[in-house]
């Protein structure tokens, strides 16, 4: 299993994105998958934990530690690298078990299934279209 | 220009409201003074109290949490505290703090020298760890 690479100092907002603020519930560093809480906390989304925390609803697009503010785009473009495709054009972009990473979907091998969304036309940039299924992946 | 010794994870804004945000224009940790850049899409960076262009003197805020060039940053306006520390004191009780000549540094302002254009941030509280903010730019420069 290999998560997509992504350097944080090169994750930027896209074509088209939008995003929220929360407050952060431990280091999150930038293009990191997460999750919020009702509370308004967000933490590393992971499909290896319970349902809520496969809840993705975005990408960090910088980073922070405990109790920092800590953006997130929820729709749109964002740029995941600038020096070469982090992927496959048109990779699929799920959670996997290393909280915060990005796994093409090729890669499961259990734990919810959330899509996160797909890699753009050049293969640096994701097209966010977070779906949580609240389904365990079963071979 | 001695600085105040910041650890980024121990920053946190203490109060709600009196926050700003923009797109930073340089990497930013917690805790750094910013200007904004006009000349520039109005990015954020790191305020400089000797820099010869009035702009950079010019404090915006202090970072709340870290940013690369092109990212979202959110920012401390007047009127916020700011915990600057979870350990021992970073300055002086009621010590006021100033931009420092050092890039997105602040410093007390006893360490103020000749050239340096004052700009004050505020007052570190009876603990020596919290500041509340009150930005001054004086646009004046320290005589000799």
Redesign the interface.
Same mark, same amino acid.
């Given at each position: 299993m290999t998560a997509f690479t992504i350097t944080?100092?090169? =994750?930027? !907002?896209g074509s088209g994105c939008q %995003?929220k %603020?929360a407050t952060?519930g431990e280091?999150i560093t930038?293009g990191m998958a997460v999750y919020v809480t009702e509370g308004g906390v967000a933490m590393k989304a992971t499909n290896g934990g319970t349902e809520a925390q496969a809840e993705c609803v975005g990408v960090a +697009?910088?980073?922070?530690? +405990?109790?920092? !503010?800590? !953006?997130y785009a929820y729709t749109g473009t964002v =740029?995941l690298a600038t020096g070469g495709a982090v992927g496959i054009i048109g990779d699929i972009a799920i959670l996997f078990t290393t909280a915060g990473s990005l796994y093409p979907a090729l890669d499961i091998s259990g734990g919810y299934t959330t899509v996160v969304g797909a890699l753009g036309a050049t293969g640096q940039e994701l097209i966010l279209a977070p779906f949580a299924s609240g389904i365990v992946w079963t071979d | 220009m001695s600085d105040y010794s910041l650890t980024a994870s121990h920053i946190k804004l203490l109060n709600r409201g009196n926050t700003g945000e923009g797109i930073a224009g340089a990497t930013v940790t917690a805790g750094q003074v910013l200007y904004e850049d006009t000349a520039d899409a109005n990015k954020l960076k790191l305020a400089d109290a000797n820099s010869a262009t009035a702009a950079v003197r010019a404090v915006k805020g202090i970072a709340l949490h870290g940013a690369s060039a092109g990212q979202p940053l959110r920012y401390a306006k007047t009127g916020a505290r700011v915990r600057l520390t979870t350990g021992s004191a970073v300055g002086a009780a009621g010590a006021t703090a100033i931009a420092s000549t050092n890039a997105g540094g602040m410093a007390p302002i006893t360490d103020n020298a000749a050239g340096t254009y004052v700009t004050v941030l505020g007052t570190l509280d009876s603990t020596g760890k919290i500041l509340t903010c009150a930005f001054t730019t004086s646009g004046v420069a320290t005589p000799a």
């Amino acid at each position: 299993m290999t998560a997509f690479t992504i350097t944080a100092a090169q =994750v930027a !907002p896209g074509s088209g994105c939008q %995003w929220k %603020w929360a407050t952060a519930g431990e280091t999150i560093t930038a293009g990191m998958a997460v999750y919020v809480t009702e509370g308004g906390v967000a933490m590393k989304a992971t499909n290896g934990g319970t349902e809520a925390q496969a809840e993705c609803v975005g990408v960090a +697009l910088a980073s922070a530690n +405990l109790d920092q !503010p800590i !953006p997130y785009a929820y729709t749109g473009t964002v =740029v995941l690298a600038t020096g070469g495709a982090v992927g496959i054009i048109g990779d699929i972009a799920i959670l996997f078990t290393t909280a915060g990473s990005l796994y093409p979907a090729l890669d499961i091998s259990g734990g919810y299934t959330t899509v996160v969304g797909a890699l753009g036309a050049t293969g640096q940039e994701l097209i966010l279209a977070p779906f949580a299924s609240g389904i365990v992946w079963t071979d | 220009m001695s600085d105040y010794s910041l650890t980024a994870s121990h920053i946190k804004l203490l109060n709600r409201g009196n926050t700003g945000e923009g797109i930073a224009g340089a990497t930013v940790t917690a805790g750094q003074v910013l200007y904004e850049d006009t000349a520039d899409a109005n990015k954020l960076k790191l305020a400089d109290a000797n820099s010869a262009t009035a702009a950079v003197r010019a404090v915006k805020g202090i970072a709340l949490h870290g940013a690369s060039a092109g990212q979202p940053l959110r920012y401390a306006k007047t009127g916020a505290r700011v915990r600057l520390t979870t350990g021992s004191a970073v300055g002086a009780a009621g010590a006021t703090a100033i931009a420092s000549t050092n890039a997105g540094g602040m410093a007390p302002i006893t360490d103020n020298a000749a050239g340096t254009y004052v700009t004050v941030l505020g007052t570190l509280d009876s603990t020596g760890k919290i500041l509340t903010c009150a930005f001054t730019t004086s646009g004046v420069a320290t005589p000799a």
